[in-house]
């Protein structure tokens, strides 16, 4: 990173969004990727400028010709939403793919996603599966929960309760609702792991205090049964 663009991310971070345009800008037009993906960011969402897509659009496709995961993520948004330009689903997917390539994890997950889906690209649950554990593995706590509801149903990969465990707990550790109640789940019915209906109820209270409707609907259940008192 250039001496330059720390100076143009400072006046940003400062919140003098007019100078920091103006600054990255010129840095852009000389060529730099940063600064072009900045440039874009900035163009897209109107700050320290009018908004403006299609010269977002235009400055994301130089950034990411230079190889720029950021501007290929932001460009794989644009196409996949059409905001500003036609839905083109499948380039938004290559796009992603590029961004994954190069390490961004956001990029990783969106690419797992349209694989599970099969949204601009041939579905493939394998596929799927390995993009969501390389995400998963970076600490994405949605694509932690995703793969263990891989290994728990055994889509695209073997069917592995234990591992399908691991990585709900690892995204319920990190207050996940729905990894929350899928790991409940677990317990009661001792997939992976020895039944224990305490800490299915543990799990299940706190997904529904996290705001899980499913696991509302249970603790609203077994209270009415009388099972359990808050």
């Known amino acids: 990173m ?23 800008l010129e840095l852009a037009i000389d060529g730099d990727p940063q600064a072009q993906a900045m440039v874009g960011f900035m163009l897209e969402n109107g700050e320290g400028v009018e908004e403006n897509l299609s010269e977002a659009i235009g400055w994301y496709e ?41 390490g961004n994890v956001h ?28 995400a998963a593995r970076y600490g994405h706590t949605e694509a932690q929960n995703c793969i263990g509801a891989m290994y728990h149903e055994g889509e695209g990969v073997s069917q592995d309760y234990k591992k399908a465990l691991e990585w709900y707990k690892k995204a319920a550790e990190s207050g996940h609702p729905r990894a929350m109640y899928n790991l409940g789940m677990m317990y009661d019915r001792g997939l992976g792991v020895e039944r224990d209906h305490d800490k299915a109820l543990e799990w299940c209270r706190k997904a529904a205090h996290a705001g899980h409707e499913k696991a509302r609907g249970v603790i609203r259940r077994l209270q009415e049964e009388g099972k359990i008192v808050f």
């Open 2 to 24: 250039s001496r330059y663009f720390e100076m143009a991310s400072q006046l940003y971070r400062d919140g003098d969004k007019v100078s920091a345009f103006n600054a990255f």
């Open 107 to 134: 990029a990783m997950f969106e690419v797992a996603q349209m694989l599970e889906h099969g949204v601009g690209v041939q579905k493939s649950a394998a596929r799927a599966a390995t993009w969501y554990e390389s």
């Open 62 to 102: 130089k950034a990411a010709a230079a190889g720029n995961h950021v501007a290929h993520f932001n460009l794989g948004q644009i196409y996949r939403s059409g905001k500003g330009c036609s839905v083109d689903e499948s380039r938004a997917f290559d796009h992603f793919t590029l961004s994954a390539r190069a």
